[in-house]
């Protein structure tokens, strides 16, 4: 294998024996200083780009002497023995490997000198999920790639030819208003929805988790919160259109012959709804798993929720900021689109909740494309008629932004139009549209049974 010095002259000299400026311009393109280790190289490169950009025209030996006025004899060396410029593209292939072999050992040798001066186990797992997210920042050199204008123009005028089912052009969330403002859920994005405790963010996940099923959309389910049997409790309601209270232990015999038959032929297919029930999981094993439920084909993410990502809390403000700005990148890597819960502070609890009252807001605003703000009014107001009433606050990177009225039931894990009185009045859409009235009287039957049986016993 060729020493390093030795590439570095190799690639040196084959520049100068390129034979035109345009070739001298596209190689040099891929180059960059931190590629070369040798101090006298690397000013040689930098001559090298200078002339070339300053004169746009050929570079040669004498041009990069008269320039640096030094080295004339390790310059005139570097074309000795080139005879063709083949293996150049081969050549610098190989010397950026070499360059991201060093990073990572530099980045590796850094993280286990943090890791080693840990003591305590708050300190060691910082220190672990630092060098977790650091070693997976570094990516080989990417080629980079101009948009193809032609290609895409083909792109735009089939999609706005085509005759759709529907008004929006990504997948929709289950609530009308929402996909209008939003366009639906669209790959490479990243939506942040935010709410107070028991608000009724998670229910909303599992609203859409329910709706992109029907749409036959892949989708993975990261919870970091809820533990896996009550996420398949709600989950299984949610299909069903029943209240979750339903599915209480000891709770089968009380139900009808028809929801009973519901409840064991209803089943999940794995390759649409891939679900992960983990707790205390570092940013670099949440971004692991981003990539694993990629490569098995989700389009769509779904996190349960951004503060509950591990992280050092003396310097929570800039770690949920960097958190939020990874999981952006990662998203837009894999081409997917994230669904993102987070946590508002205690501030929102006094106050109509908004952006303001999200922990970390600025780094969760500047990584999001949209990020909506529910609200439970019924928790500020006490008002009765205000029991179902969610209002969401819509702001958008690029869009219209504004705040819509949800009717929520969450018992059931079912948000719609708050004016759609259909869906207030049967209150019962489920996977296959409406499950009959008689539901609410077996609703009914049932905590009468079990307020009986309780007096009883």
């Known amino acids: 294998m060729t020493g390093q010095i030795e590439l570095e002259k190799k690639i040196l000299g084959q520049l100068f024996y390129l034979d035109s400026y345009e070739n001298q311009l596209d190689e040099i393109m891929n180059i960059g200083l931190e590629d070369l280790t040798e101090p006298i190289h690397k000013e040689i490169l930098q001559a090298f780009v200078t002339t070339l950009i300053t004169n746009k025209s050929f570079v040669d030996v004498a041009n990069v002497f008269s320039y640096l006025r030094k080295y004339g004899q390790e310059i005139s060396q570097l074309t000795n023995g080139i005879r063709s410029t083949a293996y150049l593209q081969k050549d610098i292939k190989e010397l950026k490997a070499r360059t991201y072999h060093r990073k990572l050992i530099t980045r590796t040798e850094e993280s286990l000198k943090q890791l080693k001066d840990a003591y305590f186990v708050e300190d060691i797992e910082n220190a ?21 204008f032609e290609k895409l123009d083909k792109l735009l005028l089939k999609n706005i030819s085509n005759e759709k089912k529907s008004c929006v052009d990504g997948f929709s969330f289950g609530i009308r208003e929402l996909d209008v403002y939003t366009n639906g859920i669209l790959p490479a994005k990243l939506y942040a929805i935010g709410a107070l405790k028991k608000a009724g963010k998670t229910r909303f ?5 329910r709706e992109l ?12 919160e809820v533990p896996e049997y009550e996420v398949y409790r709600i989950l299984k309601a949610s299909f069903l259109g029943i209240e979750d209270n339903m599915l209480r232990s000891g709770a089968l015999k009380y139900l009808s012959g028809e929801l009973q038959h519901e409840l064991k032929t209803v089943k999940f297919d794995p ?9 205390s999981l570092g940013l670099g094993e949440v971004i692991g798993r981003m990539k694993r439920f990629a490569k098995l084909g989700a389009k769509i993410v779904c996190l349960d929720y951004l503060q509950r990502i591990r992280f050092n809390i003396n310097n929570s403000a800039n770690e949920i900021e960097n958190i939020s700005k990874c999981l ?38 500047e ?22 009433r969610i209002d969401c606050e819509i702001t958008q990177r690029y869009g219209e932004s504004g705040k819509i009225k949800m009717f929520a039931d969450l018992g059931k894990c ?6 759609n009185q259909d869906f207030h009045s049967s209150n019962e859409i489920n996977r296959t549209g409406i499950i009959p009235k008689s539901y609410i009287q077996a609703l009914s039957n049932y905590y009468q049974s079990r307020n009986e049986e309780i007096e009883n016993n």
Request: aromatic share 8%; proline share 2%.
């Open 271 to 279: 390759n649409l709804l891939m679900i992960e029930c983990s707790n």
């Open 367 to 388: 990584a999001a494309d949209a990020i909506f703000i529910l609200d439970h009014v019924y928790r500020r107001t006490n008002f009765e008629n205000e029991k179902n």
């Open 128 to 148: 672990k999920n630092r060098m977790i997210a650091d070693l997976n920042g570094i990516d080989f050199e990417k080629e980079s790639e101009f948009i193809d």
């Open 414 to 419: 079912m948000f719609g139009s708050y004016n």
């Open 205 to 209: 996940l599992i609203h859409c988790l």
């Open 213 to 224: 099923y029907k749409q036959k959309i892949p989708t993975a389910f990261l919870s970091l």
């Open 328 to 365: 952006a990148d990662v998203t837009r890597e894999l081409n997917i689109s994230l669904i993102l819960l987070c946590q508002l502070n205690n501030q929102g609890e006094k106050e109509i909740p908004s952006i303001q009252h999200l922990k970390g807001s600025g780094g969760i605003a």
